[in-house]
């Protein structure tokens, strides 16, 4: 369950609908390509909030389907229609992913108690290991140490994907509870992270540069950390100039540079113009 692991994107065609050669596409560039360790699928990345759950549950069998047993593989069940995750929860351990995750309850503000109670009935119903996404910039909902302490009683609940830029919170985390898993989610942050002694990384960029990511959570566990800089350097140049031109479709578009059947993001999401479908060009032939 450690390393570095892809929030994998969906490719959707005009219409909105799953697009499975691109995802198939997008699945083996992840393994054969870019080497990442495993997928996070149905994350935000996924367009997971845009999309139905007949669609949730076709991605996750073409993932599985396409994966095989590659690569370590991460569900993303959470859904503010506590059935809907349950069901989803279910569905996945069936098709045998190593682990589930969920997205804290959001929208409404649930108290503590409530988004306890979520992740707890979620797991009552499989049998599998639970990896809480908590994202507080998204979804408006921060936990403090004691109440991370509070899901961790529960043991399925083996650890979370923070992306958060609380490093001080991080390294209380990564003190209190050893043997929990932590992932870093924020890409341009993952040397800060790793410095923490973090078990691995989910991102979005991992797409398409998931090798540069490897090497900055290496070097910075070898304790290589100057090495490691210049590396996340050269990330975050990267970074920078994709979160300028818009994230999730700027790396749709680098994949098609790099011949990847990307497909394009699913509505409210627009569409990148002429102008900006060009730049993502430059991007990838200047930082990759
Ligand atoms: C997800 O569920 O797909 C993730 O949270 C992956 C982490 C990414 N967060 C979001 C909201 O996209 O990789 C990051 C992020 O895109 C990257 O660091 C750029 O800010």
Redo the contacts with the bound molecule.
Sequence with gaps: MKGIFT?LMCSFDEEGKINEKGLREMVRNNIDVQKVDGL?VN????ENFLISTEDKKRIFEIVKDEAGDDVTLIA?VGSLNIDEAVDLAKFTTDLKYDALSAVTPFYYKFDFDEIKDYYNTIMANVDNQMIV?S?PA?TGVSMNLEQFGELFENEKIIGVKF?APDFFLLERLRHAYPDKLLYS????MLLSASVLNVDGA????FNVNGVRARKIFELAQAGAVEEARAVQKETNDL?AAI?DNG?YPTIKEILKHEGVDAGVCRKPMKPLTEAKKARAHDIAKKYL
Excluded: K, R
């Excluded at 994350?43 to 996924?46: E, L, N």
């Excluded at 989610?185 to 341009?188: A, L, R, T």
């Excluded at 989910?202 to 960029?205: H, P, Q, W």
């Design positions: 929030a996070y994350g935000s990345t996924g993303q996404y994202i998204l992306t989610g924020f890409d341009e989910i991102g979005s960029t970074i979160l994230l």
